[in-house]
């Protein structure tokens, strides 16, 4: 038991590592496409590598009213999210990027099921709240107001309140169908909705792009979302839900330094304290009473 669980966890650091590259894939396809256009092939190939993994799991699908409601959800909200990140990495830095969505997502994840379940908080999560206000005036630089304003960094807190009510609608919805087959689903109703948003680009374009673009692109669609989401998935089911979400604390350091390793981008002092203070506050935040 001890060795499978072993196993898992080397698996899940690879899974965060999957994530954390995948921002620096995104820097690269924002230098070279449309957004119209990655937003496509991004999710078409996303929908196509599920179709191996679904049938591997061998296991019946079911769509019921229930489901594709939040399924259909969950896709505009994918869209928005990408769109947001999108117009955030041309912007701004890959690393940076990552640091504040994956330290921010859980805050507000946090917030909002406070506000509209009006649910009893303890004062560890309440302490870790606290800090992840400190930690996001660090990584946000709130102390220059105008620069936030007109930054990527506004794009990027969007960018975690959209991923918020994407865990809030994800949690409801693996009531109703398959985890994997929730993600499917989402990642085809995305594919049909970006079609018709791109129809008049020129979506052929992609074709005449270098291997750097479509190594960019294969690892943010396959291994940086479909791979990385089933391993996931896996682990959570045999690990906990709290202990696998732990690992999602190595996302930011693993896209800060493969955005300096392959895209050169300088490790900022504010963007490395302000995202430490921040996953202190989401540990605060996720961990249990005694």
Sequence with gaps: MKNDNKRYAYLLVLAMLLWGGGWTALKILTQTMP?????????????????????????????????????????????AFMVFSFLGIKEGL????????????????????????????????????????????????????SLFLYSANSYFLICALIWA???????????????????????????????????????????TQDARFWIALIYLAVLGQTVATTIFFIASGKLGSQKTSSFMFLVPFFALFSAWLILDEPLQLHIIIGGFISMLAVYFINKQQN
């Design 35 to 79: 957004m119209d256009v990655v937003l496509f092939w991004r999710f078409f190939l996303m929908s196509l590598s599920f179709l191996p993994i679904i049938y591997f799991f061998k296991t019946p699908i079911t769509l019921t009213r229930g489901s594709l409601k939040y399924i259909i959800f969950s896709a505009i909200l994918n869209i």
């Design 94 to 145: 890959a690393g940076a990027g990552s640091v504040i969505i994956t330290t921010f997502s859980p805050i507000m994840t946090f917030l909002l099921v406070a506000i509209l379940f009006q649910s009893q908080r303890n004062t560890r999560q309440y302490f870790g709240l606290l800090l992840g206000l400190i930690g996001g005036y660090i990584l946000l630089e709130l102390n220059n107001f």
């Design 165 to 207: 009510g994407v865990t809030l609608l994800s949690q409801h919805a693996q009531k109703h169908i398959h985890p994997v087959h929730y993600s499917f689903f989402i990642s085809l109703i995305a594919t049909l909705f970006s079609f018709f948003y791109a129809y008049n680009a020129n979506l052929s374009a992609v074709f």
